[in-house]
């Protein structure tokens, strides 16, 4: 039963089921479910996805486990070679006994220099590990997904604006696409966005009349490339790149798990960080809160965004954000929040069908085609903004000439 002391009849939803698998101690519904499950072929099914997600999570894991295991073991019989022939031969029981107590030091202290898994929670700790969780979530092939968030805003003396977003995702290779949809408490669509699996991008927004905006045909961008400066070139390139790996989960993963680096690589696209992250463990939580100045704007100089990212203790899965912008005096400005919902399988059909309405749009909806030009234009606003922050090319060493 709930805390309220009502039965579990229905079906609990996917992150009840994540947190009975888990163990989570503050689940007071866990006999119930417990017991739902053993007799539901549909939570047996959701289950058995999540021990399939866990066995993935181990698989990444895997490779630093082993390396790990490699050194430690390495290091333990460097320890044993130089301490066990410094002593003398004893009786057999006695000098077992002794091999055994120098071992289980010699472990113990081994452990402790060698595991990277602290005693203590830290910030950075939790964050990396959360983002490894997450990336083997979003990353592994084959899939098609949904995750379903609430999200909250709030202005002082306005009213509260309540909308759920939902984002499906297709990590088949060579399939790869998404969209994600903004909707009303009521269900009306609010805005919308798709990428396809070449790239091509579409937006809709219902402040817009409402109207579907349209990147050209991928073809029609590349026929441009030979017409184009080698500066334009390099632009149109970027951006078709970057819109290309938006979409493609695994080539995201692989170049952010080199980009992490702690908390203030973490809010990078924030702000830049004031001072140290908090951490609070809370029964079954991690809370993480985080200072941040946002990039000045006029009028507003000297606001701070306070933010709260909250992590289930278990399974370290990020689970609700809430962000607040308050004054140089520390008066609220806006406050919002999203809340994880759900996240699980989808149908493949039902992600199909929501991808064809980018090129087949309802009747009513305004359509705005964007040109080549169009395209280039915002290539060479994204290029000047990015292009000092990419690395260096690599430039092949000039070949020596012939010796005579």
């Known amino acids: 039963m709930n805390a309220s002391g009502t039965p579990v009849v229905s079906c609990p939803d996917r992150l ?50 082993a390396a790990a295991a490699r050194v430690a073991s390495q290091q333990l019989a460097s320890v044993r070679a130089r301490l066990l022939p410094a002593h003398p031969r004893r009786p057999a029981r006695r000098r077992f006994a002794m091999v055994a107590s120098a071992l289980a030091a010699t472990i113990v202290a081994a452990v402790a220099v060698l595991d990277r898994q602290p005693l203590e929670a830290s910030p950075d700790w939790v964050l990396t590990e959360s983002q490894v969780r997450a990336r083997a979530w979003r990353t592994q092939p084959g899939m098609t997904r949904v995750e379903v968030y609430e999200t909250h805003s709030r202005t002082p003396g306005e009213a509260p604006v ?18 994600t949809r903004l909707l009303e408490p009521s269900g009306a669509l609010v805005s919308a966005s798709w990428t396809q699996t070449d790239g091509r991008e579409a937006a809709f927004d219902t402040r817009e009349g409402p109207r579907l905006t349209l990147d050209p045909p ?3 961008v590349q026929a441009l490339l030979p017409t184009l400066s080698a500066e334009d070139a390099a632009a149109v390139r970027f951006w078709l790149g970057t819109k290309t790996w938006r979409v493609r989960p695994q080539e995201q993963a692989a170049s952010q ?18 001072g140290e992250p908090r951490l609070q463990r809370d029964g079954a939580t991690y809370t993480l809160t985080f200072t941040v100045a946002p990039p000045p704007r006029p009028g507003h100089e000297g606001e ?20 607040r912008r308050t004054t140089r005096e520390g008066v609220l400005v806006d406050e919002g929040s999203r809340q994880l919902v759900s996240r699980g399988d989808a149908n493949p ?48 060493p000039a070949t020596p000439p012939p010796t005579q």
Do not use: N
């Open 304 to 323: 701070r965004l306070t933010i709260e990212d909250t992590f289930a203790a278990a399974s370290l899965m990020h689970e609700r954000r809430v962000v």
């Open 218 to 220: 991928v073809a029609e």
């Open 349 to 396: 059909a039902t992600l199909a069908a929501l991808m064809a309405e980018m090129d087949r749009p309802p009747a009513h909806w305004r359509i705005r085609r964007r040109s080549p030009a169009d395209f280039l234009a915002q290539s060479r606003r994204m290029w000047a903004t990015f292009k000092a922050t990419l690395p260096p090319p690599v430039v092949a």
């Open 16 to 65: 009840g089921l994540q947190r009975w698998r888990d163990a989570d101690p503050s689940l007071v519904e866990a006999d119930e479910i417990a017991r739902h499950v053993g007799g539901c072929p549909g939570c047996q099914a959701t289950v058995a996805t999540l021990d399939e997600e866990q066995r993935s999570i181990a698989a990444l894991l895997d490779g630093e486990d």
């Open 257 to 274: 798990a080199t980009m992490f680096g702690g908390a203030a690589e973490y809010t990078r696209g924030i702000g830049v960080l004031q």
């Open 162 to 179: 309540r909308r759920r977003q939902v984002t499906w995702f297709s990590t088949v290779p060579g399939a790869e696409r998404t969209t």
